[in-house]
């Protein structure tokens, strides 16, 4: 049986998991640098805590927590028509523009653009492969 680190908070950059909001904060701020939180509504806030946007939400908004049209994410590539949900989608979306196959698998020769396809492969060849 996989071993699979089960996670309340995924980081919408690296992919990490985290075990809770506190956790997931503190990663944010160190490595990427940025505030977790922003607002939807105004372009420019971001907050370091969940309660705090949601206190900002709550005064300058009534509590409204979304845009009443929803964001697109259009790859920017010449010719290319895709537009993504999310950022996320996105970043995935442009790897396969690319030539470069940075995932190696560590056991075989196998390479892949996304992280998440190198884990995909170890699970499915590698019959007692965990991921840590």
């Excluded at 907050?47 to 929803?70: I, N, P, S, V």
């Excluded at 523009?97 to 992280?115: A, F, G, V």
Aim: aromatic share 10%; hydrophobic share 25%.
């Amino acid at each position: 049986m996989n071993k699979r680190y089960i996670a309340d908070m995924k980081c919408r950059i690296c992919d990490s998991n985290f075990e809770n909001r506190v956790i997931y904060d503190a990663h944010m701020m160190s490595v990427h640098m940025m505030n977790p939180y922003n607002c939807l509504l105004c372009p420019n806030a971001s907050f370091t805590t969940h309660h705090q946007l949601k206190k900002h939400q709550d005064e300058f908004h009534d509590g409204k927590m979304a845009k009443d049209t929803k964001t697109d994410w259009p790859c920017d590539i010449p010719g290319c028509e895709y537009v993504g949900k999310d950022k996320r989608n996105l970043y995935r979306h442009k790897a396969t523009h690319s030539t470069e196959r940075p995932w190696k698998c560590n056991q075989c020769d196998y390479t892949c653009k996304i992280k998440n396809s190198l884990i995909v492969h170890q699970e499915m060849v590698y019959e007692n492969f965990t991921v840590n």
